[in-house]
């Protein structure tokens, strides 16, 4: 039984392979790669850069040390912010001579904050196919680890580089419930956190990722006032490359919550004991049971 198991998940990963190399039509790939540790390269990336034709790179000098490290010599260009229209038509002409091409950014997973989506708009609706090739995102990365909620996320990349553009941005987001997660740059990220700090508030929670899977990784927790003062009493951690979280909005959800729980206690608490009401609506709502209980006392002394 184990034997024939084991003969089935080989003959599906085979057929998933062989599905790439039978393809009628050549495609795109967009590859994912390390953001550090360069053992984060999937297997399938590996394969995928060995077997295309051409890679196109954000920054050739960049990706070669990588292809160096995996012992691969496939045609590497370049596809950056500056020739990325000119070089998506030279791109596409390869796909129709039947070439499968290969897209990755400096580090993580390509488009996300990196160039590529005129490449992939380009193919696209020259009719090729586009294929992703899964791995490292420093994005999800950081939102796994950061303690902050993850069920709702906002992402704003890179924050302006003026003050006033900036700020803005930032008085836009001050009600966005989900977490907000950013990208940025050593000399831009003390004006950042004063921003942060000032228009979305001082006690909003924060997490700040630096240098994710390298040999410096740190996270630091704390509310925006203080993880700003952190930063700015130690010069290392103002080195590196950042991935900025910030609490989202609490203000509406709380009172909606609140609300949900006052409402469910007042039916509940002619049923059951003040106690066990409190109790079970804290379960449901998410709202502390102590809160309710002396919501429920002060309602009571009010009607004596």
């Known amino acids: 039984m184990t034997r024939n ?70 045609q590497l260009i370049s596809l950056h912010d500056h020739n990325e229209e000119a070089r998506s038509e030279q791109l596409v002409a390869r796909l129709r001579q039947g070439e499968n091409l290969a897209l990755v950014s400096d580090a993580g997973t390509p488009l996300i904050s990196d160039p590529g989506y005129t490449l992939v708009n380009q193919v696209r609706a020259a009719g090729f196919e586009v294929v992703p090739v899964p791995g490292v995102s420093a994005l999800t990365a950081a939102l796994s680890v950061a303690g902050l909620p993850t069920d709702r996320f906002y992402f704003g990349g890179f924050l302006p580089a003026k003050a006033q553009a900036r700020t803005s941005v930032l008085e836009a987001l001050r009600q966005q419930q989900g977490t907000l997660v950013f990208y940025e ?101 998410g709202v502390k049971k102590k809160q309710l209980y002396q919501w429920m006392l002060e309602q009571d002394a009010g009607k004596g």
């Open 185 to 285: 740059s050593p000399h831009r990220l003390l004006a950042s956190l004063e921003a942060l700090k000032e228009v979305l508030g001082a006690d909003r929670e924060a997490c700040l990722a630096r240098e994710i899977s390298k040999r410096f990784e740190t996270f630091l927790q704390a509310p925006l006032v203080e993880l700003l003062e952190r930063v700015k009493a130690d010069a290392n951690q103002q080195k590196g490359e950042f991935v900025l979280l910030v609490a989202g909005y609490q203000g509406e959800a709380a009172s909606s919550a609140w609300s949900e729980a006052c409402r469910w206690l007042l039916e509940l608490k002619e049923h059951l004991p003040p106690s066990q009401a409190c109790a079970l609506v804290a379960k449901m709502t």
């Open 5 to 74: 198991t084991s003969a089935s998940i080989q003959e599906k990963k085979l057929d998933s392979n062989s599905v790439e190399h039978t393809k009628k039509q050549a495609c795109l790939y967009v590859v994912a790669t390390p953001i550090g540790n360069l053992e984060d390269i999937t297997a399938r990336a590996e394969r995928i850069l060995k077997e295309v034709s051409v890679i196109a790179a954000e920054d050739t000098r960049h990706t070669q040390k990588l292809l160096h490290n995996l012992g691969i010599k496939n």
